[in-house]
C-alpha cells in the first residue's frame, strides 16, 4: 500500500494476503454508496429486523422507536404487553413494521420460545438490542440473596439466553450487530448497587468475549454505556438530587433516552461495520477516557 501527499490511497493487491483483497471490496463497496452528483446513499438500518428486549418502556422503547425511523423492521419483547402494543401502535402510525412479543429475559425457556416465534414472524433477526434491566438498590449489608440474584439474573443471565437464542439466524447470513446496553455505574461502580452496577461491568465483559467470537462471521457486538438519562427510573429523584447529578456532569444535563437510542442506531447500522468489542460512553462527560 502505498500513499500520495495528498492522503489519496493506493491498493495493490497482487500478491497480497486474502485479507487485503476483503479490504478492498469494502472500499469498493463504500465507494458505491456515493452518487455522481455528490450526494450519500446511508444503507443505515433500512430493511433490517431489530429485536430490542426491554421494549415496552423507557431507553428500549426509544430504541425501537429510532431503529423503526431507520427503516428496521421490530421486534418488541417485554414483559408488559399493554406498553408494547402503544409503542407498536407509534411505530406504525408512522408508517413502520412491528410486532409485539410477551418475553420475560429472565427465563430461559421463555427467551428460546419468543424467539422462535420472532424468527417465524419475520424471518431472521439481524440486530438484537440487549436492553431489559431491573435494579433493586440497597447497601449491600441490607442486601437480600434475592434482590442480588433477580439483577443478575435478568440484567446479565437475560442477555446471555438471548444472544445465544438470536445468534444462529446471524451465523449463516454472516451479518449481524448485536448492542448491549451497559451502564456508567458498570464501569465506576455505585453506592448502593452493587448487583446493578456487577450485571452492568459483566456485561461489558460479555461483549468483548462475544465479540472475538463471532467477529470472523461479520458479526458485530459492541455496548453502550448510559450516564444519567432522564426516563421513568430517574423521575422519582428529587430536584436538589438531580441538581447535584447535574453539577457532576461536564454537560451540565441529564440525557434522553433518544440520545441514547441514536448511538445504539449508529452501532447497528451499515456504516459501523468495522467497531466491535466497543464500549460508547453516553454520558455528557460524566466518565471520560
Same mark, same amino acid.
Given at each position: 500500500m502505498t500513499a500520495s501527499g495528498n492522503n489519496d490511497v493506493i491498493f495493490v493487491t497482487q500478491g497480497k494476503a486474502a485479507s487485503e483483497d476483503r479490504a478492498l471490496a469494502a472500499i469498493a463497496y463504500n465507494l458505491q454508496l456515493t452518487f455522481a452528483n455528490g450526494d450519500e446513499l446511508m444503507p443505515g438500518v433500512t430493511g433490517r429486523v431489530a429485536l430490542v428486549t426491554g421494549a415496552s418502556q423507557g431507553i428500549g422503547r426509544a430504541c425501537a422507536l429510532a431503529l423503526a425511523e431507520g427503516g428496521a423492521l421490530i421486534a418488541l419483547a417485554a414483559r408488559n404487553e399493554e406498553k408494547l402494543a402503544a409503542v407498536a401502535k407509534e411505530i406504525t402510525d408512522k408508517g413502520g413494521q412491528a410486532a409485539t412479543f410477551r418475553m420475560d429475559v429472565s427465563n430461559e425457556a421463555d427467551v428460546k420460545s419468543v424467539v422462535k416465534a420472532v424468527i417465524e414472524r419475520f424471518g431472521k433477526v439481524e440486530i438484537l438490542v440487549n436492553n431489559a434491566g431491573v435494579t433493586k438498590d440497597t447497601l449491600l449489608m441490607r442486601m437480600k440473596k434475592e434482590d442480588w440474584d433477580s439483577v443478575i439474573q435478568t440484567? /446479565?443471565? *437475560? %442477555?446471555? =439466553? @438471548? @444472544?445465544? %437464542?438470536?445468534? *444462529?439466524? &446471524?451465523l449463516k447470513p454472516r451479518w449481524g450487530r448485536i448492542i448491549n446496553i451497559t451502564s456508567v455505574f458498570g464501569q465506576t461502580g455505585q453506592a448502593g448497587q452493587a448487583n446493578y452496577a456487577a450485571s452492568k461491568a459483566g456485561l461489558i465483559g460479555f461483549t468483548m468475549a462475544i465479540a472475538r467470537e463471532v467477529a470472523s462471521r461479520n458479526i458485530t457486538v459492541n455496548a453502550v454505556a448510559p450516564g =444519567?438519562?432522564?426516563? %421513568? &427510573? @430517574?423521575?422519582? /429523584?428529587? %430536584?436538589e438530587l438531580k441538581s447535584k447529578v447535574n453539577e457532576a456532569i461536564p454537560l451540565g444535563r441529564a440525557g434522553t433516552d433518544m440520545e441514547v437510542a441514536h448511538a445504539v442506531r449508529f452501532l447497528a447500522s451499515e456504516e459501523a461495520s468495522y467497531i466491535t468489542g466497543h464500549v460508547l460512553k453516553v454520558n455528557g462527560g460524566m466518565l471520560m477516557g
Open positions: 440484567n /446479565l443471565s *437475560g %442477555a446471555f =439466553y @438471548t @444472544t445465544q %437464542a438470536v445468534i *444462529g439466524s &446471524m =444519567y438519562i432522564e426516563t %421513568a &427510573m @430517574t423521575e422519582v /429523584l428529587s %430536584a
